[in-house]
């Protein structure tokens, strides 16, 4: 099985930046899709962005395109979420999730997740 765990989370101000990593043991990853979900408080998971293994392709959420990059490294087997200008909005548990294919943005079409990693963006 695949095997995710994320980290980075923290407290920052509105305006600043964090690099949210995800590290990931088990199988290739060379058909797989990665992405990152994030869930605030008393809301319901949302997709933030998603990023195909073997050529990088990605796909953002629109309210955070401009101000995210998905990316990965095959060699340290590491996905990452670099999060720029962050808005109190963007506060949310941040999970990273797998799956077989293509690029989904539903969450429940992800078969494996990370146990999250907690981002607060102060105003």
């Known amino acids: 099985q695949v095997q995710l765990v994320e980290s980075g989370g923290g407290l920052v101000q509105a305006g600043d930046s964090l690099r949210l990593s995800c590290t990931a043991s088990?199988?290739?990853?060379?058909?797989?899709?990665l992405a990152w979900f994030r869930q605030a408080p008393g809301k319901e998971r949302e997709f933030v962005a998603a990023i195909r293994w073997y050529d990088a392709s990605t796909y953002y959420r629109a309210t955070v395109k401009g101000r995210f990059t998905i990316s990965r490294d095959i060699a340290e087997s590491t996905l990452y979420l670099e999060m720029n200008s962050l808005k109190p909005e963007d506060t949310a548990v941040y999970s990273c999730?797998?799956?077989?294919?293509?690029?989904?943005?539903?969450?429940?079409?992800?078969?494996?997740w990370g146990q999250g990693t907690k981002v607060t963006v102060s105003s």
């Open positions: 999730a797998a799956r077989t294919g293509e690029i989904h943005t539903l969450a429940r079409s992800y078969d494996y």
């Open positions: 088990g199988p290739t990853f060379s058909s797989y899709a």
